[in-house]
């Protein structure tokens, strides 16, 4: 196998598990937070900075508006005129394409697809899920409230796809943009990646 | 293996090969012309009208406003006010529910997806492919013309999306429509179909 995987998905999907066991089965390098990690470091932000990226958008009208009132960087750092937000996103975007020039790795999050859309050794996933099945997630494993689940989860969604329309100006739902996207709770997350590695191959 | 498989596809993605395939790989029946032929003969439509309502729709709006031209049902077809097209398509829903009643089954095209969405042992598959593949394929598979063969399938494409877009009230390429999206040119139409099985388990 000798492709960089790229995972989006839907919050309490099991994208990032899934990811995990792809990355496990073939032996190669698994990035979400570590990858976070990186760019903070090589970058000089803080790392909290980074952390709640993927998180702010809102959406692109309201996200560009409060362009406006974000910090600028100055003359020296050559990112004069972006906004804080758009700064990380191109930093965390240089630390995607130099883990994807080391070979074979799955990234998940941060519109890696888009960000390595020119690479032709990419293939991108999207994991999805119903509803009960990310409740049932979110309450037991991510410890969220239970009345408070369903409009967490929802929130979080609407988060993701409006930074992805953002960065990448297309929807984040549009099956044109993966590979491959599956639902992982109909035969369950050991399943989706049997099949996630049937299609990859060897 | 228990479900009722539908496939939606891109023009010259191969899904109707793998629907084929999967049909055989499980030897259960496939329906797609089959289908409409047997809708025509218990409806007593004529035949030609079913073959074409799919490529019929043109928009949405351009679409509505054409109804008000067709030809109408009359009190005792208890289809009064419909348009020739809404009615094809309501006999074919029938036809589409009584497979899906028989067993398992692959069923292409024809919005199936949203006819059966009330049944849980649905799996709705949708097959999309890189445009050369799908020129190659529209070349030398279904002999259209080379300088015409990029118009065609963009074409046929806009009309199956806004078949659908009429029909479902959803966009066709929005993911949450579907189980499984599978591009069937990174490794081909076998290695699509392994996915899917592997995906369908036994």
């Not at 903070?40 to 560009?64: C, H, I, P, Q, V």
């Not at 293939?123 to 408070?148: G, Q, T």
């Not at 929807?171 to 990646?193: E, M, P």
Request: charged share 30%; glycine share 8%.
């Amino acid at each position: 196998m000798d492709k960089i995987i790229t995972i989006s998905r839907q919050y309490g999907s099991g994208g990032r598990e899934i990811g995990q066991k792809i990355a496990e089965r073939y032996g190669i390098p698994f990035y979400d937070n570590e990858l976070i990690t990186r760019a903070a470091k090589e970058s000089g932000f803080a790392e909290e900075s980074f952390e709640r990226a993927e998180d702010k958008a809102t959406n692109s009208l309201l996200y560009s508006l409060a362009m406006g009132i974000n910090v600028y960087g100055n003359q020296d750092f050559g990112f004069s005129g972006l906004s804080l937000d758009d700064r990380i996103f191109l930093a965390q975007s240089d630390v995607i394409r130099k883990v994807a020039e080391e070979g074979p790795c799955v990234i998940v999050g941060r519109c890696a697809d888009y960000v390595l859309k020119e690479r032709e050794d990419t293939i991108n996933i999207f994991v999805r899920a119903s509803m009960s099945f990310r409740l049932h997630r979110a309450i037991h494993d991510y410890h969220i409230e239970e009345k408070k689940a369903a409009d967490y989860i929802l929130k979080n969604d609407k988060r993701r796809g409006n930074y992805y329309s953002y960065h990448v100006g297309e929807k984040w739902t549009n099956l044109n943009n993966y590979d491959l996207v599956i639902r992982s709770d109909i035969k369950g997350i050991d399943q989706a990646v049997d099949c996630i590695c049937t299609y990859l191959g060897d």
